[in-house]
């Protein structure tokens, strides 16, 4: 009973991070229509920004973690303007195939520069942990999970009660309508897939404290987000923590029960279930 | 009439010292997941094939020939891989073939070099899976993986206090499942119990040993959960990273205590034809590279000299006198004594090592302590 119970707290912890990863993909996707394949990859250089702000300035990665989501923003920005504008209007194939042809020139540019090696955000308090009800949780994870479920609550409301995240919500519903309001369509998307790459980086930096970084992370990280997104729902920010929590349990319970090797089989399983009983997602709308 | 003759008599004394450039081909993983380990073979075949054309090159019929390498970066596919080495054969048609990193990669690239018939001597893998397939033409300079965690259980056999569980985990593929199967048989013949499944089916935190055969990956998240998790075995040992700069440096203060094995380490007892000795070799590695070698940059070195020697003594570049003379090879270099059994693998002890204080230390060989081991390890907190 007490390894279920500590598997499970693992399990949910992993998938508070698992639901911030997701909620820049879930939030590009459902506003701008495009399937971002270079989110990982954004993760990735999150990753890097809080590592070496963390070896390089000896900044604390957790106090590092607003400097990264505003370096993310700016590249996000940049490259929702300068490069996907231009296919934003085509089919959805042409924003997959660039987003892809991102991801690739990210990765190996992230080889380039700082080389295969594997890098860890090791601060001196990594191992810190404290006993509840006999279960052992470890600190950092437990600060990761706070900081993703805090963001994910903040760009809800952002979405909800502020201007631009109105706008935000307006140009995905409506464009024509938006733009009769005075929404400019191209400063929003940008905005928008800036603050997906900020909360990607902000993931990746997290990321970073509990597992490991190389150039090559990004990849498993896309499938995991988009897995996430889908079983939670693009319609509702909060879908993400649902399909995060759900994605971190079953894949802790499936490596304690069946078996590390089938933890993708399960998590995947899982998405393809949620596509045939209820395509919207679990926190989707049924119409 | 007699220019002619002149003319003549210069072509074929050209022909007689006419020294031909042999190439080695190769497929090595420079990019994707795997590449931090695999770069080590690049710049090992690179360097040792320099060394060897500085000092002259090969002696074959007579003449002195250079050696060349022909590198492709095959960015950790394994299909891609073997297309690659498919390439190096029928397109660029190199003499001999040069192993990648990782017995997957060497598991399914061997198969083309045996059906060329052509040799390859390969420092990447260790699965004894490799070698259960009757290859004639395949040598490797990782000795068996089934043998990894021997110098270690020997080690175990004569602690004080005696482990009482062994946990031992592994990960899903050939080299890894190799260790385990001969680790497990080797702790049965020690008389030492063994908790075999990968889950903790009891208190997670009760293991004084834990035995884990698995990728980089697997390893550094191992030790860091542990820290996280409050779990502190007394000993605990891996197949990867242990020896490996990176994985040090990414660990940091928490690499200490832990333990692994090597065959190689760069002492000044093992003397080489081309590099002096061990140590010489790790100072100029270092100096070249900008990075501490192992024992993966040892055994590509390694399969470039036992190749050099083969040629040599085949006197020949005819692919099946050079395998011949490969099976026959016996000599000592910066590796350690080089000589491939009747499967193709050589034969060479681990030595058990701990990193303590930051560095990587010599434990135990054969059958004594070197140094003396760090056991039981201390709680995460106390360290």
Same mark, same amino acid.
């Given at each position: 009973?007490?390894?279920?119970?500590?598997?499970?707290?693992?399990?949910?912890?992993?998938?508070?991070?698992?639901? *911030?990863?997701?909620?820049?993909?879930?939030?590009?996707?459902?506003? *701008?229509?495009?399937?971002?394949?270079?989110?990982?990859?954004? +993760?990735?250089?999150?990753?890097?920004?809080?590592?070496?702000?963390?070896?390089?300035?000896?900044?604390?990665?957790?106090?590092?973690?607003?400097?990264?989501?505003?370096?993310?923003?700016?590249?996000?920005?940049?490259?929702?303007?300068? +490069?996907?504008?231009?296919?934003?209007?085509?089919?959805?194939?042409?924003?997959?195939?660039?987003?892809? !042809?991102?991801?690739?020139?990210?990765?190996?540019?992230?080889?380039?520069?700082?080389?295969?090696?594997?890098?860890?955000?090791?601060?001196?308090?990594?191992?810190?942990?404290?006993?509840?009800?006999? +279960?052992?949780?470890?600190?950092?994870?437990?600060?990761?999970?706070?900081?993703?479920?805090?963001?994910?609550?903040?760009?809800?409301?952002?979405?909800?009660?502020?201007?631009?995240? %109105?706008?935000? %919500?307006?140009?995905?519903?409506?464009?024509?309508?938006?733009?009769?309001?005075?929404?400019?369509?191209?400063?929003?998307?940008?905005?928008?897939?800036?603050?997906?790459?900020?909360?990607?980086?902000?993931?990746?930096?997290?990321?970073?404290?509990?597992?490991?970084?190389?150039?090559?992370?990004?990849?498993?990280?896309?499938?995991?987000?988009?897995? +996430?997104?889908?079983?939670?729902?693009?319609?509702?920010? *909060?879908?993400?923590?649902?399909?995060?929590?759900?994605?971190?349990?079953?894949?802790?319970?499936?490596?304690?029960?069946?078996?590390?090797?089938?933890?993708?089989?399960?998590?995947?399983?899982?998405?393809?279930?949620?596509?045939?009983?209820?395509?919207?997602?679990?926190? !989707?709308?049924?119409? | 009439?007699?220019?002619?003759?002149?003319?003549?008599?210069?072509?074929?004394?050209?022909?007689?010292?006419?020294?031909?450039?042999?190439?080695?081909?190769?497929?090595? =993983?420079?990019?994707?997941?795997?590449?931090?380990?695999?770069?080590?073979?690049?710049?090992?075949?690179?360097?040792?094939?320099?060394?060897?054309?500085?000092?002259?090159?090969?002696?074959?019929?007579?003449? =002195?020939?250079?050696?060349?390498?022909?590198?492709?970066? /095959?960015?950790?596919?394994?299909?891609?891989?073997?297309?690659?080495?498919?390439?190096?054969?029928?397109?660029?048609?190199? /003499?001999?073939?040069?192993?990648?990193?990782?017995? /997957?990669?060497?598991?399914?690239?061997?198969?083309?070099?045996?059906?060329?018939?052509?040799?390859?001597?390969?420092?990447?893998?260790?699965?004894?899976?490799?070698?259960?397939?009757?290859?004639?033409?395949?040598?490797?300079?990782?000795?068996?993986?089934?043998?990894?965690?021997?110098?270690?259980?020997?080690?175990?056999?004569?602690?004080?206090?005696?482990?009482?569980?062994?946990?031992?985990?592994?990960?899903?593929?050939?080299?890894?499942?190799?260790?385990?199967?001969?680790?497990?048989?080797?702790?049965?013949?020690?008389?030492?119990?063994?908790?075999?499944?990968?889950?903790?089916?009891?208190?997670?935190?009760?293991?004084?040993?834990?035995?884990?055969?698995?990728?980089?990956?697997?390893?550094?998240?191992?030790?860091?959960?542990?820290?996280?998790?409050?779990?502190?075995?007394?000993?605990?040992?891996?197949?990867?990273?242990?020896?490996?700069?990176?994985?040090? =440096?990414?660990?940091?203060?928490?690499? /200490?205590?832990?333990?692994?094995?090597?065959?190689?380490?760069?002492?000044?007892?093992?003397?080489?034809?081309?590099?002096?000795?061990?140590?010489?070799?790790?100072?100029?590695?270092?100096?070249?590279?900008?990075?501490?070698?192992?024992?993966?940059?040892?055994?590509?070195?390694?399969?470039?000299?036992?190749?050099?020697?083969?040629?040599?003594?085949?006197?020949?570049?005819?692919?099946?006198?050079?395998?011949?003379?490969?099976?026959?090879?016996?000599?000592?270099?910066?590796?350690?004594?080089?000589?491939?059994?009747?499967?193709?693998?050589?034969?060479?002890?681990?030595?058990?090592?701990?990193?303590?204080?930051?560095?990587?230390?010599?434990?135990?060989?054969?059958?004594?302590?070197?140094?003396?081991?760090?056991?039981?390890?201390?709680?995460?907190?106390?360290?």
């Amino acid at each position: 009973m007490q390894l279920l119970l500590q598997v499970l707290a693992s399990g949910v912890l992993l998938g508070g991070l698992y639901a *911030l990863m997701a909620l820049g993909l879930a939030l590009v996707w459902g506003v *701008l229509n495009i399937v971002n394949l270079s989110h990982g990859a954004l +993760i990735m250089l999150g990753a890097y920004a809080t590592y070496f702000m963390f070896t390089g300035a000896h900044i604390d990665p957790f106090a590092a973690l607003p400097v990264t989501a505003i370096v993310l923003f700016v590249i996000g920005y940049a490259i929702q303007r300068g +490069i996907l504008n231009l296919v934003i209007r085509g089919p959805m194939f042409n924003t997959l195939l660039i987003t892809f !042809g991102i991801e690739v020139v990210l990765t190996y540019l992230a080889q380039l520069w700082f080389s295969a090696d594997f890098r860890a955000i090791n601060p001196t308090y990594a191992g810190a942990n404290f006993a509840v009800g006999g +279960i052992t949780i470890p600190l950092v994870q437990v600060i990761s999970f706070a900081i993703a479920i805090a963001l994910t609550v903040a760009m809800w409301l952002f979405l909800l009660h502020t201007r631009i995240g %109105r706008g935000i %919500r307006a140009s995905a519903q409506n464009l024509v309508a938006a733009r009769l309001y005075g929404v400019d369509p191209k400063r929003i998307y940008a905005v928008t897939f800036g603050l997906g790459a900020a909360l990607a980086g902000v993931a990746g930096g997290l990321y970073g404290t509990v597992s490991q970084i190389n150039p090559y992370i990004g990849g498993p990280l896309t499938a995991k987000s988009f897995a +996430i997104a889908i079983i939670g729902g693009l319609d509702n920010p *909060l879908g993400v923590i649902v399909g995060g929590l759900c994605l971190g349990i079953v894949e802790s319970l499936t490596a304690l029960y069946i078996g590390p090797t089938y933890r993708d089989v399960a998590s995947f399983g899982i998405l393809v279930l949620v596509l045939i009983v209820r395509p919207s997602g679990l926190l !989707g709308r049924t119409t | 009439m007699s220019r002619f003759a002149f003319l003549v008599a210069t072509f074929c004394f050209a022909a007689a010292t006419y020294a031909q450039t042999i190439t080695f081909g190769a497929s090595v =993983q420079l990019t994707g997941p795997v590449a931090n380990t695999g770069r080590y073979y690049k710049d090992a075949y690179d360097f040792a094939i320099d060394k060897i054309n500085a000092a002259g090159g090969v002696k074959v019929g007579g003449a =002195q020939s250079k050696l060349a390498l022909k590198l492709l970066d /095959n960015q950790s596919d394994v299909n891609l891989s073997v297309r690659q080495y498919s390439q190096l054969l029928s397109q660029d048609k190199v /003499n001999f073939l040069l192993g990648p990193f990782a017995s /997957n990669f060497v598991l399914a690239d061997s198969s083309i070099a045996e059906k060329a018939s052509v040799p390859m001597v390969q420092g990447g893998g260790a699965s004894d899976e490799i070698y259960t397939r009757g290859y004639k033409f395949i040598f490797g300079t990782l000795p068996p993986a089934s043998d990894y965690f021997g110098s270690t259980i020997d080690a175990m056999k004569k602690l004080n206090p005696p482990p009482s569980s062994v946990a031992l985990l592994y990960a899903d593929d050939s080299f890894d499942v190799s260790v385990a199967k001969g680790t497990s048989a080797l702790l049965q013949k020690a008389g030492i119990k063994v908790a075999l499944d990968q889950r903790y089916s009891s208190n997670a935190s009760d293991f004084s040993v834990v035995l884990v055969a698995g990728h980089e990956t697997e390893v550094l998240n191992f030790i860091r959960q542990a820290k996280g998790l409050g779990v502190s075995p007394k000993l605990y040992s891996f197949t990867v990273g242990v020896p490996s700069a990176d994985f040090r =440096q990414a660990l940091g203060k928490d690499a /200490n205590g832990a333990s692994g094995m090597t065959a190689w380490l760069p002492s000044a007892s093992l003397k080489d034809t081309w590099f002096g000795d061990a140590e010489a070799f790790a100072r100029d590695w270092k100096a070249r590279f900008g990075y501490d070698p192992d024992y993966h940059a040892a055994a590509g070195v390694a399969a470039v000299e036992a190749f050099v020697k083969a040629i040599e003594s085949a006197g020949s570049t005819d692919p099946a006198k050079v395998r011949a003379a490969l099976a026959k090879v016996s000599f000592d270099s910066l590796y350690g004594h080089i000589a491939f059994n009747d499967k193709g693998q050589i034969s060479l002890p681990q030595i058990m090592i701990q990193i303590q204080n930051d560095k990587v230390v010599p434990i135990f060989a054969g059958t004594d302590f070197i140094n003396k081991l760090e056991y039981p390890l201390p709680a995460w907190g106390k360290r």
